[in-house]
Each structure stands twice: as C-alpha cells, then as structure tokens.
C-alpha cells in the first residue's frame, strides 16, 4: 500500500500563487509516476498533471498549461504542484495519485485524501 499525505492548499486571490505538496509512504517512491488531479464541486475530476517515475516526463492538462508546473524529490519522497496565476476557475479540492503503470489521466492506483483550493475573485 501506499499512503499518500497533501498540503499546502488555501485561499489566494485571483493571480495568486500557491504550491502543493503531498508526501508518499508504504513503498519504494521512485517505483510510481505521480499525478495531480482536481474536483469542483459538481464536476467530474479533472487531470491536472502527471511525472514519470524518475521526472523525465510530465503531461499537463489544458486547463493549467503554462500556469502550473509539477516537480517531485524522490530523495523526499514529494511530489509538488506549483500553480502561478490562479483564475477562480481553478478552485476545486486537489488529490494527489500514484500509479505503478500509468501516467495519465487514467493513472488511479492509489489517492491521497486532498486539499482544498479556493481562488477568490
């Protein structure tokens, strides 16, 4: 099993800055691609962005291209979302994902439990 632990969401304003954590435990870190998605209240989960197991490789999602930039220390066991120019529209509650064979949006192994991101206008 592994667990998975974020932080670091809150309130900003619009054009606001913020940067998630979300820390792994139970397993070898470096075996699993890690990925960040999103749910607002009424709508379906969204893919935020995803790394390879050794952070060669990351997909964003169209929403947040440009804006936010997912990194991760496999020494800390971390994986980080840095999210610049926030818009309200990216308010939802943020869950980090870790999966031993996808890195995509389909990647659905094991998911922390989330954390809240509000954009006040």
């Known amino acids: 099993q592994v667990q998975l632990m974020e932080s670091g969401g809150g309130l900003v304003q619009a054009g606001g800055s913020l940067r998630l954590s979300c820390v792994a435990s139970?397993?070898?870190?470096?075996?699993?691609?890690m990925g960040w998605f999103r749910q607002a209240p009424g709508k379906e989960r969204e893919f935020v962005a995803s790394i390879s197991r050794g952070g060669g490789t990351v997909l964003y999602g169209n929403s947040v291209k440009g804006r936010f930039t997912i990194s991760r220390d496999n020494a800390k066991n971390t994986v980080y979302l840095r999210m610049n120019s926030l818009k309200p529209e990216d308010t939802a509650v943020y869950s980090c994902a870790a999966d031993s064979q996808r890195m995509s949006s389909d990647m659905n192994e094991y998911w922390g439990q989330g954390t809240q991101v509000t954009v006040s206008s």
């Open positions: 139970g397993r070898t870190f470096s075996d699993y691609a």
